[in-house]
């Protein structure tokens, strides 16, 4: 079986309004995943850096980041990033662009855990429901595009709606694991962070980590799925 867990980290900036990677590495450390998809991984002006740093990373967790930054200074394209443990294989990476009204992209990651192979997209969608469901079809394109893997879709989407606009477009070829609401963290309501898997999973157990570092950390809380091959 395999982990895989998304969190908009809010560029590391807690609801006590204080920037602290290691808060967020500490909440990433409770939920243990295999994969992570990260969003707002990247401080966004100037040069754009990373929150958590590559040497924070390699000294005080178990992931390594998917070489996917077309930024010095970056992590991931547009925030997006892909973290994999550190004993996972990357065997290819790629940042996919997105039609948008403002600044959205996707990346992807094909991994290899523990001798299983599957496709990784990471996202972070429009707050316009009509490019929210280009988006979904150009991210969905893209993956049907590549050579076939089971494969993991997650992200914030910002899709309010219960099963309308992107979700029903994601609907006809994922399933959702139902994880429940994320935002607001300290009062979450909103199941705008989504898991969704391809016909090749089966989603074992699932769900919203609430520590209460998860509520401190940013405004997003994480959500995790566990899966095997179906």
């Given at each position: ?16 309004r ?29 040069a754009?850096?990373?929150?958590l ?20 200074a ?18 290819d ?10 600044p ?5 990651a ?11 997209v ?17 991210i ?9 893997l ?81």
């Open positions: 079986m395999i982990k895989v867990a998304s969190y908009n980290i809010r560029k590391g900036i807690g609801t006590d204080r920037r602290d990677p290691e808060r967020i590495l500490q909440v990433l450390c409770e939920i243990g995943a295999d994969v992570v998809a990260l969003q707002e991984a990247d401080r966004r002006f100037g754009r850096a990373q929150v740093d590559h040497q924070l990373l390699a000294e005080q967790s178990d992931w390594k980041a998917a070489p996917l930054s077309l930024r010095a970056s992590m991931g394209w547009h925030g997006n990033a892909i973290l994999v443990h550190k004993s996972a294989a990357i065997d990476c790629a940042a996919i662009h997105l039609p948008a009204l403002e959205r992209g996707a990346v992807r094909d991994v290899s855990v523990r001798g299983q192979a599957l496709r990784v990471g996202m972070h969608l429009d707050l316009s429901g009509l490019w929210r469901r280009k988006q979904a079809h150009a969905m394109g893209e993956v049907n595009g590549a050579s076939r089971p494969t993991v879709l997650m992200g914030d989407l910002n899709e309010w709606s219960a099963a309308s606009g992107c979700l029903r477009d994601f609907a006809r070829e994922y399933q959702f694991a139902a994880t429940g609401p994320s935002f607001h963290a300290r009062h979450p309501v909103g199941r705008l962070d989504r898991i969704m898997v391809s016909r090749e999973w089966r989603v074992v157990d699932c769900g919203v980590h609430a520590s209460a570092t998860a509520r401190k950390a940013s405004d997003h809380l994480p959500i995790w799925a566990v899966l095997e091959p179906a």
